[in-house]
């Protein structure tokens, strides 16, 4: 039984995902155990888990991104299995070896996957092995300027500059020519230098690929099987971005042809199965919307934020089937969809800049209806510190058709109300008025534009 295996569950990790999970946990009849830092006691995760363990102080160093603290708190409360989350130690093929060598369960892939995947340049080598398309790019990492150039004029500008390690678009950029290459090569190995994390590399690794113009962003959820088996669960466009983050994301993706959602299904099968993939994960990849074409991206090992969406078109709960599949079972997975859904990112930011605005919160009224499912960390009464990401929520809506989709997030969004920290209600109010959005013709250039052309 699912109860022997894995309870207690403890949940390395906070705000709403921490929340989601446990609320799943509790669901299957599980005792969920929160860790929390000092910053966090308060909030609505630490309230609803079956216990919680206070890890450290405010700094994600010091408390969720401490293994050692992490793992003390599964042996303190008798956790049988861990479940990361995403963001902190999710994709730390280090920390997932280390939970096994405790004798838990790791609810993820293995380390062997987390790690062969971790490296955008070895992810991008090994998906062109197994047939799944990339953008022309560099094969081993620039590690200074000059073969960064030299790659540049092999591949043909405009270039994508990124880092091999590291996510959330942080030491992403466009070079157009060799000066704006200078500038985003130094940006890069900055960022690089930080994903070190104390390894002394003979240089910053970074990755060069050929810039799709008018590019999509889109991402199949797989879900890999005991016995090696993967499935598809279908698609996620999440082009709505600013600062090469997800804003918006929704399913399926209002612009692909019925022929490129098979190809790009079928390669996302054929990529978890190159890695031995295990669980619930996502294949990213860019679609050119000129050509309706797809190539790689990357490959995140964990569950994504934006998961929401294929549950309300599969009626799935990812969660538990991760669960499932981490306790050695091989559950019954429909791939069917119905409908369309839309998720939409509260974040505490000002909703022009987007600069992070945290605060307390005086008033906090979520909608409610049919459709309708917000995924929240934060209550009255809570306050959003500088210490974490500043998303507060996920506004999530569900109807038959993607323009009945739309009138109900409308709706949802003018009937959600936050007051104290600043947040980008604004924002998504007004890209349900926009004439690209709501045409469903767009690409992640959108934000940008809807900010006259600065980068957003």
Same mark, same amino acid.
């Given at each position: 039984?699912?109860?022997?295996?894995?309870?207690?569950?403890?949940?390395?990790?906070?705000?709403?995902?921490?929340?989601?999970?446990?609320?799943?946990?509790?669901?299957?009849?599980?005792?969920?155990?929160?860790?929390?830092?000092?910053?966090?006691?308060?909030?609505?995760?630490?309230?609803?888990?079956?216990? !919680?363990?206070?890890?450290?102080? =405010?700094?994600?160093?010091?408390?969720?991104? &401490?293994?050692?603290?992490? +793992? @003390? *708190? /599964? %042996?303190?409360?008798?956790?049988?299995?861990?479940?990361?989350?995403?963001?902190?130690?999710?994709?730390?093929?280090?920390?997932?070896?280390?939970?096994?060598?405790?004798?838990?369960?790791?609810?993820?892939?293995?380390?062997?996957?987390?790690?062969?995947?971790?490296?955008?340049?070895?992810?991008?080598?090994?998906?062109?092995? !197994?047939?799944?398309?990339?953008? =022309?790019?560099?094969?081993?990492?620039?590690? &200074?300027?000059?073969?960064? +150039? @030299? *790659? /540049? %004029?092999?591949?043909?500008?405009?270039?994508?500059?990124?880092?091999?390690?590291?996510?959330?678009?942080?030491?992403?950029?466009?070079?157009?020519?060799?000066?704006?290459?200078?500038?985003?090569?130094?940006?890069?190995?900055?960022?690089?230098?930080?994903?070190?994390?104390?390894?002394?590399?003979?240089?910053?690794?970074?990755?060069?690929?050929?810039?799709?113009?008018?590019?999509?962003?889109?991402?199949?959820?797989?879900?890999?099987?005991?016995?090696?088996?993967?499935?598809?669960?279908?698609?996620?466009?999440?082009?709505?971005?600013?600062?090469?983050?997800?804003?918006?994301?929704?399913?399926?993706?209002?612009?692909?042809?019925?022929?490129?959602?098979?190809?790009?299904?079928?390669?996302?099968?054929?990529?978890?199965?190159?890695?031995?993939?295990?669980?619930?994960?996502?294949?990213?990849?860019?679609?050119?919307?000129?050509?309706?074409?797809?190539?790689?991206?990357?490959?995140?090992?964990?569950?994504?934020?934006?998961?929401?969406?294929?549950?309300?078109?599969?009626?799935?709960?990812?969660?538990?089937?991760?669960?499932?599949?981490?306790?050695?079972?091989?559950?019954?997975?429909?791939?069917?969809?119905?409908?369309?859904?839309?998720?939409?990112?509260?974040?505490?930011?000002?909703?022009?800049?987007?600069?992070?605005?945290?605060?307390?919160?005086?008033?906090?009224?979520?909608?409610?209806?049919?459709?309708?499912?917000?995924?929240?960390?934060?209550?009255?009464?809570?306050?959003?510190?500088?210490?974490?990401?500043?998303?507060?929520?996920?506004?999530?809506?569900?109807?038959?058709?993607?323009?009945?989709?739309?009138?109900?997030?409308?709706?949802?969004?003018?009937?959600?109300?936050?007051?104290?920290?600043?947040?980008?209600?604004?924002?998504?109010?007004?890209?349900?008025?926009?004439?690209?959005?709501?045409?469903?013709?767009?690409?992640?250039?959108?934000?940008?534009?809807?900010?006259?052309?600065?980068?957003?």
């Amino acid at each position: 039984m699912l109860t022997e295996s894995l309870g207690p569950v403890l949940v390395a990790n906070r705000g709403e995902i921490a929340r989601r999970i446990i609320r799943t946990v509790k669901r299957l009849g599980l005792r969920a155990v929160a860790v929390h830092s000092e910053a966090d006691a308060g909030l609505p995760f630490v309230r609803e888990a079956d216990e !919680a363990v206070l890890i450290g102080p =405010a700094a994600p160093a010091q408390s969720y991104l &401490d293994t050692t603290k992490v +793992l @003390e *708190a /599964a %042996r303190a409360t008798g956790a049988r299995a861990v479940h990361p989350g995403y963001g902190f130690l999710a994709e730390n093929a280090r920390f997932a070896q280390a939970v096994i060598d405790a004798g838990l369960v790791w609810v993820g892939p293995s380390p062997e996957a987390i790690d062969r995947m971790g490296d955008k340049i070895n992810a991008r080598n090994l998906m062109e092995a !197994a047939g799944v398309p990339v953008a =022309a790019g560099t094969r081993e990492p620039a590690t &200074d300027l000059d073969l960064a +150039l @030299e *790659a /540049a %004029r092999s591949i043909g500008y405009p270039v994508m500059v990124k880092t091999a390690g590291g996510g959330g678009g942080i030491g992403m950029s466009v070079a157009r020519d060799e000066s704006e290459l200078a500038k985003a090569f130094e940006q890069a190995a900055r960022a690089a230098a930080r994903f070190a994390a104390g390894d002394a590399p003979a240089g910053p690794a970074i990755l060069l690929e050929r810039y799709i113009e008018r590019a999509r962003h889109v991402e199949v959820q797989i879900l890999g099987l005991p016995g090696g088996k993967v499935v598809a669960l279908g698609e996620r466009d999440c082009s709505v971005q600013r600062r090469h983050q997800k804003v918006v994301e929704e399913s399926p993706s209002p612009g692909l042809t019925s022929e490129l959602r098979e190809r790009m299904l079928a390669a996302a099968v054929r990529a978890g199965e190159a890695v031995g993939y295990l669980g619930a994960g996502t294949v990213e990849c860019l679609v050119d919307a000129d050509a309706q074409d797809f190539v790689f991206l990357e490959m995140n090992t964990r569950l994504q934020v934006e998961h929401p969406v294929t549950e309300l078109v599969t009626g799935l709960d990812l969660v538990e089937l991760q669960l499932r599949v981490a306790a050695g079972e091989c559950p019954e997975v429909t791939t069917a969809t119905a409908g369309h859904a839309i998720e939409f990112r509260v974040y505490a930011e000002d909703p022009k800049r987007f600069f992070p605005g945290p605060g307390t919160i005086t008033v906090w009224d979520e909608p409610t209806g049919d459709g309708v499912r917000v995924d929240s960390g934060y209550a009255a009464g809570d306050t959003v510190t500088p210490f974490y990401d500043p998303l507060m929520a996920k506004l999530c809506v569900h109807a038959p058709t993607r323009t009945e989709a739309l009138e109900r997030a409308r709706k949802a969004v003018a009937s959600f109300t936050v007051e104290g920290p600043k947040n980008n209600l604004a924002f998504c109010a007004e890209l349900l008025e926009h004439r690209e959005f709501v045409k469903g013709d767009y690409d992640t250039g959108l934000v940008a534009r809807m900010r006259g052309g600065r980068p957003a």
